[in-house]
């Protein structure tokens, strides 16, 4: 019997021929990702009693939750990380400004094919799409790794998504992603491995392939991931420390046996998708759009670990281009990183956005959680690329958050109600 890719990378890592479902193995893993919680990881790791980290070239530590700081309690926060990267030496260091932890770890070479990254942020699946085994750990867990340079896991069995077609217009990987989720529910990979193939998955970028990893988390998976192939390679390629030759090895030697036993394998074909949202408030919670069209909208927000890269803003600039939000609607978008907003200003991209209405926010997560910018008021509706619609999670408890892919957002942002982005053409003429 063959073995699954998330049990190579785990295999590898442990220094095994092999391991099975349910076995624990201990592993040292090549990247700690933190980000605003590092000062109270530093905090556990000191009543640790050790005084040194025992691998600083592990961590990658990026401040992105609340920056610049809202208020004081954030700044000695901020403060205190800056004080333990100074002090342990760790060179992988992002201040405020870089970007979100999720995009800024690849895009400075963290992530490769059979890597092992563990990170303190629920959404750490999202490096599966460099084919890396990736998987978010607790602040405690992550003191403990910060001490001892190792951690044990569980080695999950694995399920397998295959998606098939090709998107039709203006249909993401957002969509596809949200109709997953509406299918196997909030619970629907627990503790799983979620493994994308088939041909509609090769044909994704990787901003698109991110999308379906960071969302994962959303049905309960321990880690998602997508085969490194030539797209992973190319977008690699520069960034990480290693070989191009190097990268090519590895990226053949970890990739699931044909024979592989899966726990469960699903199939989608994706030709006749159409785009989808999440209704407050779970992720799961989800419908076509058609079937939400014409909810009042208070704010609009583009960005967010999930759908901020570049081809999500362009893919709202092509809506909004030459046209303007509807009164009373607040668009908020907040590139992912500086690398993706150097780009989308070098392409015209925040230009059009900005001069069609919308307000620019500096890289980070923004009004993602509810503690910095953008936080809602009782009763007011926000549609959202993000990953969450949690009750609160924005702000307001009484507030009400729907989810959707850049194009649906910027529609709806247009419209002034939740619309359709394969309507805008139609009903809402440039300027």
């Not at 403990?144 to 249909?171: D, M, N, Q, Y």
Request: proline share 5%; with cysteine; aromatic share 6%.
């Amino acid at each position: 019997m063959g073995h699954t890719l998330a049990q190579k990378i785990l295999a590898h890592k442990a220094g095994l021929a092999s391991v099975v479902p349910g076995q624990i193995v201990t592993v040292r893993p090549d990247k700690l990702l933190t980000h605003d919680n590092t000062a109270d990881i530093a905090r556990k790791f000191r009543e640790i009693g050790v005084a040194k980290v025992a691998n600083p070239a592990m961590h990658v530590i990026v401040l992105d939750h609340v920056t610049p700081a809202a208020n004081e309690t954030y700044a000695i926060s901020h403060k205190a990380t800056r004080a333990f990267v100074a002090e342990q030496g760790i060179a992988a260091f992002y201040d405020i400004g870089e970007g979100i932890c999720h995009q800024v770890l690849p895009e400075k070479g963290h992530a490769w094919p059979g890597a092992l990254i563990v990170g303190s942020d629920s959404h750490t699946p999202t490096h599966g799409a460099f084919g890396a085994f990736a998987a978010g750990i607790g602040r405690t867990e992550a003191a403990a790794v910060t001490a001892t340079g190792t951690i044990w896991l569980r080695v999950p069995e694995t399920l397998r998504i295959v998606l098939h077609g090709t998107l039709p217009p203006r249909v993401s990987a957002k969509d596809v992603i949200l109709r997953i989720i509406g299918d196997l529910g909030a619970d629907g990979a627990d503790y799983c491995s979620v493994e994308f193939a088939g041909e509609a998955v090769r044909t994704l970028s990787i901003a698109g392939r991110m999308v379906l990893c960071n969302m994962a988390a959303e049905m309960g998976a321990k880690n998602a991931i997508v085969e490194a192939d030539e797209t992973t390679l190319a977008w690699l390629a520069g960034r990480t420390p290693w070989d191009m030759e190097t990268l090519r090895r590895w990226a053949a030697e970890f990739r699931s046996d044909p024979d592989a036993n899966y726990a469960r394998v699903i199939e989608y074909d994706v030709s006749d998708l159409a785009p989808h949202v999440a209704k407050p408030h779970t992720v799961d919670n989800v419908a076509p759009v058609t079937e939400v069209t014409g909810v009042k909208i208070d704010q609009a927000l583009i960005g967010t670990c999930t759908n901020g890269r570049l081809e999500d803003l362009e893919a709202a600039a092509e809506i909004l281009r030459g046209r303007h939000i509807a009164p009373g609607v607040r668009l908020l978008v907040l590139p992912a990183s500086r690398e993706v907003l150097l780009a989308a200003i070098a392409r015209g991209v925040i230009a059009d956005l900005v001069a069609a209405g919308a307000t620019l926010l500096n890289p980070g997560c923004g009004p993602c959680l509810g503690a910095h910018e953008g936080c809602m008021a009782p009763g007011e509706v926000t549609i959202s690329t993000a990953n969450r619609n949690f009750k609160g999670r924005m702000g307001s408890k009484e507030a009400f958050t729907y989810l959707g892919s850049p194009a649906t957002v910027a529609a709806s942002a247009l419209a002034g109600e939740i619309a359709d982005p394969r309507d805008m053409r139609a009903f809402f003429p440039r300027i």
